[in-house]
């Protein structure tokens, strides 16, 4: 009892900081509603302690903590803390958190799952499973587990374009506008490296990580541009011809060793879209990380328009700066506004 009196007092001050930096922002004033809280890909799972333990935490464990696809090193796709239900629901500072999944078992509960957003803060998705049993509550969980990901990445995705937009990097966005007649949220520390006909590199560089965005657009002429070969050899071509390393003859190429995955996507404002994660590799050099790409097709159905974000960073775990790049990506716009 004493260290989960600890663990929920560390927590309050966690959130509180946390709180004071975001919650007062002009845009969120305007929107009437505080701005959610909680670290990327962090997801407060609402849940009493004789809840949370045995299968019921294994299975959401499984859920939440299943490594990140097309990593080097494991890293699990959410970060989770804990807390009890009525914690939830008599402190106003956990209610400010971005990812929340309550776990409500009653006997009289429905044995359904409703999903609310912007419900205390925004952006803000509210995964409330109220089931009878610690069975009912299994079979949601396995019944809804695409969906409960789904919305999780989704919010992250919206948080992650706001933050952005906030501190967006005006020129470089213009003049990708004007060069593709489509839009992406781009932060300052953005520059534009290289360009060459339809391809245009974007990138940033600290002293500890280097991340990047690559654009490449080609008319539309059948599909199979969208062949699960065809788009990994494209991105070999491309990242070979395109983006060269500091020793002579080094070059960027797909990490062939290790399996490239691809899958279609729902993606806003694309009737197709694959998604393409893996690594990528310094041919001649010892840099390389993961990426992730999306090759897709305009809302006019002219154009392909593929999307690479790739991560660089030999110190630090990677999952977050994946997230970033996949954000810019994700960002994607049309004057249509789809």
């Not at 999944?101 to 409330?128: F, G, L, S, T």
Request: charged share 25%; glycine share 6%.
């Amino acid at each position: 009892m004493e260290r989960t009196t600890k663990a929920i007092a560390a927590l309050l001050i966690a959130v509180a900081s946390t709180l004071l930096c975001c919650c007062n922002s002009p845009e969120t004033k305007a929107l009437g509603k505080r701005s959610s809280s909680g670290k990327t890909c962090e997801v407060m799972v609402v849940a009493d302690r004789d809840v949370y333990v045995g299968d019921t935490k294994a299975l959401i464990d499984s859920l939440l903590h299943e490594p990140q696809e097309g990593l080097p090193q494991p890293e699990p796709r959410f970060s989770t803390i804990n807390v009890p239900v009525s914690s939830l629901h008599n402190t106003q500072m956990f209610q400010m958190h971005r990812n929340i999944i309550v776990c409500d078992i009653k006997p009289d509960n429905p044995d359904k799952m409703y999903v609310n957003h912007n419900q205390w803060a925004e952006p803000q998705v509210v995964i409330d499973l109220a089931a009878k049993s610690q069975a009912s509550l299994h079979a949601m969980l396995r019944a809804h587990a695409d969906r409960i990901l789904e919305e999780l990445y989704e919010k992250e995705y919206e948080r992650m374009d706001r933050a952005f937009f906030k501190d967006r990097n005006v020129d470089l966005m213009k003049r990708v506008e004007k060069k593709y007649g489509f839009s992406l949220t781009l932060p300052k520390e953005y520059i534009w490296a290289n360009e060459d006909g339809d391809f245009t590199w974007l990138r940033k560089e600290t002293k500890d990580f280097g991340l990047g965005v690559m654009v490449n657009v080609m008319p539309y002429r059948n599909e199979q541009q969208f062949d699960t070969t065809k788009i990994w050899n494209r991105l070999d071509t491309t990242m070979r011809r395109e983006v060269q390393g500091p020793s002579e003859g080094s070059y960027m190429g797909t990490e062939r060793r290790v399996p490239l995955t691809s899958r279609k996507v729902d993606f806003k404002g694309s009737s197709y879209c694959i998604e393409t994660r893996g690594l990528w590799r310094l041919f001649g050099d010892f840099m390389g990380g993961p990426f992730v790409s999306y090759t897709l097709l305009s809302p006019d159905g002219t154009q392909i328009v593929e999307l690479t974000g790739y991560v660089y960073c030999p110190r630090f775990e990677k999952r977050d700066y994946l997230m970033q790049v996949d954000g810019i990506c994700r960002s994607i716009k049309w004057p249509t506004g789809e």
